[in-house]
């Protein structure tokens, strides 16, 4: 049985993998997902890059700035920033399993790494997070230009959250609507309004995304999902997480044959932007059909 079994299911049928989010540094986080074959940053890179570039061209500005939310250690900004694949980053951390054993030498050794690795220089990410310890490690580490731990579910964003979430031109997520849900975009949009951000968000299909695009239509935006393709998350961690998830599938009306009834969690990506913006680039463009 590997680590990832041992969890408990959440209210949700999902494990609770809290406990991994919560570490000093990030290697429990990396070598738990490898074991469950997390790949939704990886899955979900292609997207964000031609989301970034689409964004670039429609507002001729090379420096954006994106707002990561839910970003844990810092992945989507190592994926982006240093054009890293999951692969490599599972390695690099399982790499460093015995040999580092302090986390100043792993964050020394994270920030050689953004600096060796560096692509795109233009291109600043903050984060948001629940988790204070993962906040910590990704802006210590340089992997994040900022970050801010805040519960933004709980109540409005507090001043010292309001810096960092403000003056973002892109938000992004994955794997972290279902913890978060309208109130955190609503903050955001407080934070920057009246700045609009272009949104990003890959969703697992057993959350509906529908309460955030109805939030997200006051504030002028249109939402439009790629169809026709799903993006891998995970797979299933025991029989028993499977069978809550397909059971709450079969309740919201989702036909899981060919996905989640294969082993594994599928995810959607939800595009939202000013109605006005929204010819810049189809979603075709953004997410082409493999
Ligand atoms: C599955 S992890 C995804 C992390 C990262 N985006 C990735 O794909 O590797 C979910 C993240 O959501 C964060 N989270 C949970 N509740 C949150 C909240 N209320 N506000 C912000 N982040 C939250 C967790 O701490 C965790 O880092």
Redesign the pocket.
């Known amino acids: 049985m590997s680590t990832a079994e041992t969890f408990e299911l959440d209210e949700t049928g999902k494990i609770d993998i ?1 406990d991994i ?2 570490k000093p540094d990030p290697m429990v986080y990396y070598s738990t ?1 490898n074991d469950l074959d ?1 790949q ?2 990886e899955t979900a890179k292609p997207v964000f890059q031609r989301f970034i570039s689409a964004y670039r061209q429609a507002y001729g500005k090379d420096k954006v700035r994106v707002l ?5 250690y810092g ?2 900004a190592a994926i982006l920033k240093c054009n890293l694949e999951m692969e490599q980053l599972y390695d690099i951390y399982a790499s460093q399993a015995g040999r580092i054993t302090q986390r100043d030498q792993l964050l020394a050794h994270d920030q050689t790494l953004m600096e060796e690795r560096i692509k795109d220089a233009e291109l600043e990410v903050v984060g ?4 204070k310890s ?1 906040i910590d490690y990704a802006v210590a580490a340089h992997l994040l230009d900022d970050g801010v731990a ?4 709980a109540g409005a964003p507090p001043p010292e959250a309001a810096a960092v979430l403000d003056e973002a031109d892109l938000v992004i ?4 609507i279902g ?2 849900g309208k109130k ?1 975009m609503k903050g955001i949009l407080d934070a920057n309004a009246p700045r609009r951000p272009w949104m990003a968000h890959f969703v697992l299909r057993m959350f509906p995304f529908d309460e955030i695009g109805t939030m997200l239509e006051d504030f002028g935006y249109v939402t439009e999902k790629v169809e026709n393709q799903t993006f891998v998350q995970r797979r299933f961690a025991s029989e028993d997480e499977r069978e809550h998830v397909l059971q709450r599938l079969s309740e919201l009306g989702i036909d899981a044959s060919g996905l989640e009834a294969e082993g594994w969690y599928h995810a959607e990506a939800f595009i939202s932007r000013p109605a006005e913006d929204q010819a810049a680039t189809s979603i075709g463009e953004l997410a082409p059909s493999a």
């Open positions: 809290t989010y919560n997902l997390y939704i940053p990561d939310v839910g970003c844990s992945v989507n948001l997070d629940i988790s993962a805040a519960n933004l579910e997520s994955t794997g972290c913890y978060v955190t």
